[in-house]
């Protein structure tokens, strides 16, 4: 239910995550044959996560994160497995 009132763009939940002063940013996790996390795509950020990050929601909606920070993957620290662990404990 969350998902789809957020990406309706047009209700409280959605006004209050693109105007709060946290940064946001909505994924989908992509795991691999064995269900582990190996990617997320980026589904939607708000003006607080671009001011943040310094990345543009017009040029990261829809690509996985290892396309727009190549590199991440091969990190000594394991970015993408920590970030959706964290998320998945929730």
Do not use: C
């Not at 006004?15 to 064995?34: C, G, K, R, T, W």
């Not at 943040?52 to 990261?60: E, H, R, Y």
Request: net charge negative.
């Amino acid at each position: 239910m969350v998902r789809e009132n957020y990406k309706q763009g047009n209700n409280k939940i959605h006004l209050l995550v693109e105007n709060m002063p946290d940064a946001f940013a909505y994924h989908q996790i992509v795991v691999d044959s064995d269900g582990n996390p190996v990617d997320y795509i980026f589904l939607g950020v708000n003006a607080a996560f671009e001011t943040m990050t310094g990345l543009k929601k017009d040029d990261i909606i829809g690509k996985k994160v290892t396309e727009v920070l190549p590199g991440i993957a091969d990190s000594d620290y394991d970015w993408i497995g920590i970030k959706v662990n964290k998320v998945m404990e929730r």
